[in-house]
């Protein structure tokens, strides 16, 4: 499966690489663009969550590294949810 990393600045102009096992991510977020923490969580979480599907289509199991990265994305939201209006920067894909 091709897998991908998309970088994104958090609220608070710290960077994070995140990881997907699958492409699937170029369907729901798009670089140069600023979400909403809400809409970059949910968007970033349905995402992986499809691409960990993928992994268990193909493979029979699902993808942990998926899911650990729905858990550091949350975890990393949770600390700016009582910021006014937090927004988070999709910086770039990496293939």
Known sequence: MPEM???VRWPDGS?????????IVEDYLQPGETYTLDDFVERSRRALEIA???VRERYGF???SAAAQIAAIEQAAE???????????VEAFER
């Open 5 to 7: 990393h998309f970088r």
């Open 15 to 23: 960077p994070q690489r995140c990881y997907s096992p699958s492409l």
């Open 52 to 54: 960990s599907e993928r």
């Open 62 to 64: 699902a993808c942990t």
């Open 79 to 89: 600390s700016f949810g009582t910021q006014p209006a937090p927004l988070v920067r």
